[in-house]
């Protein structure tokens, strides 16, 4: 390697985003290079300084309520008659769904965006400080036994560190009136909640990503479990999380 | 008339954006180096990202909104015709600066001393395009380099580089101050 390639990968190294091998790569230039080895020193220094000092700025007060006032449906819009009047004709088509016998498929798919809606709530509450984990480990075998006794399911605790998918924690949460585990994963600074609760069916029900307030949420059921992964990364994200962990748990139930 | 489904619309995208508008705004402000400025391409930026976030897939907030943010700016640049500081991805002088000096100094006295955030904030300010850019939304926003790279549309290596330049030309700046100060 030469110093003008260390002079920028060492930058890299300092953000953490290279790969075990090149890492090693620029740590052993800088080991056999003075010269770099004092740039990485003063960068490192000058990071750290920047680290502690507060270089942000909040919005003001006025803009947030600025912007709030242009998005449809703000305080300062009333509803028109109109809608109301559409309230109505919805309402009249539920009834007439309800009269011809379709009312149990309307319900159910109900249930399942209520159930969507509790499941982002507690991923957003567990956001919230001192919320995310009741156990903090990235040792699954610390985290598996802690769920004993507490639930009527022993969720599966599978690390994923390998495949770039952080084990952190597991706690205990309550989705629709029932305790249900949660094990926590980190992408990158984004917190990844997969919970898990029991079913009746044990069929294998295909994963499906669904959005809600700006969270992906991909469900799937599996062995008498249904999961629900909720997070802030991309959807093709959560997919390969979903199915990293899926590939592990097969790869467990069979070893 | 806002139709039920625009309210909902509004609903999910509240809670998906509203919650960086610091980050927002705090990029704004680097980038157009005023306040009032930056208020008004935050609000564009708000506006334009209601209105195409039925077309928003992800992958993270965040980016997207820079990304929208930054082509905000770039109009506002090209409104102030006067001030040529456009975030564009031409050479300038500051591509030629060098990745380090050689000052000679001891590692002892390159040890910088703590700043009030205002001094380092001017400093940031005076750093040069496209490299003020990609330190504001490594050093401040957090972003990753992914990331970076969506929000601004140039290859990983190119935000690399950058980033290296920035920080060479942040720090050259810094002890060139302190060297005065003395």
Sequence with gaps: MTCDEARILLHALLDNELDAGHAREVEAHIAGCPACAAEFAAQREMRRVLADTNLRYVAPASLRSRIEASLPGSQSQQPTRRSVLRGFAMGSAVSALAASGVVAVVLRQDDQQRILSEVVSAHLRSLQAGHLTDVVSTDQHTVKPWFNGKLDVAPPVIDLTAQGFTLVGGRLDYIDARAIGAVVYKRRQHVINLFVSQTTSTEHRPPKTQTMQGFNCRRWGERGLNFWAVSDIGADELAEFVDKFEAAMKANVEG | MPAIDDLQKARRFREA???????????????????????????????????????????????????????????????????????????????????????????????????DAGSIRKLIDALAEPFKETFVLREINNLSYREIAEAVGAPIGTVMSRLARARAMLRAAWTAEEEQAK
């Design chain 2, 17 to 115: 954006a509203l919650p960086y508008l610091d980050d927002v705004y705090t990029l704004a402000r680097y980038l157009l180096r005023d306040a009032s400025d930056a208020e008004d391409a935050v609000q564009e930026c708000y506006l334009r990202a209601l209105k195409h976030f039925d077309s928003y897939r992800g992958p993270a907030m965040k980016p997207w909104l820079f990304a929208i943010l930054r082509n905000v700016c770039n109009a506002e640049h090209a409104r102030r015709a006067h001030r040529p500081s456009a975030i564009e991805d031409a050479p300038g002088a500051a591509e030629q600066t060098p990745l380090w000096q050689e000052t000679g100094a001891s590692p002892e006295s390159e040890v910088l001393r703590s700043r």
